[in-house]
């Protein structure tokens, strides 16, 4: 039972575009939701983060939009830049600070 | 240096053989956490430890068991391995959640482990 899930294994984007990556929830007890980013060889690292009260949370080219009657959130990236070519995990905790992860997006943003 | 360290960082081992993989961090966090990666499934958490005497299963803990020896340190063992786990391995390091950091964990840069 997959309670976090991101539909788009890949997503290619044009540099300078914006890239929209989604991601899809089932618990509505889930408080708080996490963006992380993850290169090739290393560990997952942290990007972004909302909070279930709020509906956009925004830091430099990184917004993050919730949709708690569709229980959905997407994180937009604008403008596009290579280096942002990596793989996007959605994460969700409920209470408790364990976090589910969504299976993953690959994005390659294209010079 | 590194704040989550983990080894090996890769690992070759047969079925049947017990494998310890180790996890060490510096960041001074009481909560610390083994997943697994497998392609198209994402990360999902195999163990969870919120302070040295506390140990929880997480939602694929069967085959495995871990060991808290300090804070610092949350070592995944593999008491006989099979190659149905093979995968790529995280530890995670979180601090009490709180502010607008809440429930971020900080990863190490993972092992890649193959059981033949």
């Known amino acids: 039972d997959q309670q976090v899930k991101q539909n788009s294994p890949s997503l290619s984007v044009q540099e300078g575009r914006i890239s929209i990556l989604n991601c899809d929830y089932t618990?509505?007890?889930?408080?708080?939701f996490l963006w992380y980013k993850k290169y090739p060889a290393e560990g997952p690292t942290f990007l972004i983060s909302?909070?279930?009260?709020?509906d956009k949370n925004e830091d430099g080219r990184f917004t993050v939009f919730l949709n708690k009657s569709a229980k959905h959130l997407s994180l937009h990236i604008v403008p596009s830049q290579p280096g942002d070519s990596a793989v996007y995990f959605c994460?969700?905790?409920?209470?408790?600070?364990?976090?589910?992860f969504g299976q993953g997006t690959e994005l390659s943003v294209k010079p | 240096d590194a704040d989550v360290t983990q080894t090996p960082r890769n690992r070759i081992t047969k079925t049947g053989k017990r494998i310890m993989l180790e996890c060490s961090q510096t960041?001074?966090?009481?909560?610390m956490y083994w997943y697994r990666q497998d392609p198209g499934l994402g990360l999902r958490l195999i163990y969870y430890?919120?302070?040295?005497?506390?140990?929880n299963k997480g939602e694929i803990s069967d085959g495995y068991s871990v060991s808290r020896q300090a804070q610092a340190k949350f070592s995944l063992s593999l008491e006989s391995a099979i190659p149905n786990q093979t995968a790529l391995y995280f530890c995670?390091?979180?601090?009490?959640?709180?502010?607008?950091?809440?429930?971020?964990?900080?990863f190490g840069p993972g092992t890649r482990l193959t059981v033949l």
């Open positions: 994460a969700a905790s409920a209470k408790g600070g364990k976090l589910i």
């Open positions: 618990n509505s007890m889930f408080d708080y």
């Open positions: 430890s919120f302070d040295v005497k506390d140990i």
């Open positions: 995670a390091t979180s601090d009490l959640p709180s502010g607008q950091g809440a429930f971020e964990q900080f």
């Open positions: 960041k001074g966090h009481d909560r």
């Open positions: 909302i909070s279930s009260i709020k």
